[in-house]
């Protein structure tokens, strides 16, 4: 269909709607065959209509990133439990490695992960990894 838009900023423009999208938009939510062309021209950005204007604005200054509560919460940080079997075995192996003949510089760098040390004119780390239990 031939249509021919008669207000707005495209006044006086000619465009084809298709015959189909009238139909169909007619039948589906049982309106009549001008609101179904004004659907079209709505759609397409051909037809401006006022209530949209004054959201698409609306929305424009509410600010970017705006969430449903409107506002960012702060995110906590984790709060770790000690590891005392961790704690221990690094205590231990520390106490075994400072025992231990030409190794220098022993150092705990983490107490529940890490130990450093010298041995001859090399650096070496030890990192003990606890691993989860297997589930069943």
Known sequence: MRYTITEGPNEGKRINIPDEFIETNMRNLDIDRKEAI???LSDEGLLENEIVLELTEKAKTAGAG????GEKKARKAPE?????V??????ALAEFIE???HVTD???TNIERMIAFALG????EITL????KPKE
């Open 99 to 101: 025992g231990t003949e």
């Open 38 to 40: 004004e659907l079209y």
């Open 66 to 69: 705006a969430k449903a509560t």
């Open 106 to 108: 022993v150092e705990v």
């Open 129 to 132: 990894t606890k691993k989860r």
């Open 86 to 91: 961790k704690r221990a075995v690094i205590a």
């Open 121 to 124: 004119g090399d650096r070496f």
């Open 80 to 84: 770790r439990k000690p590891d005392e």
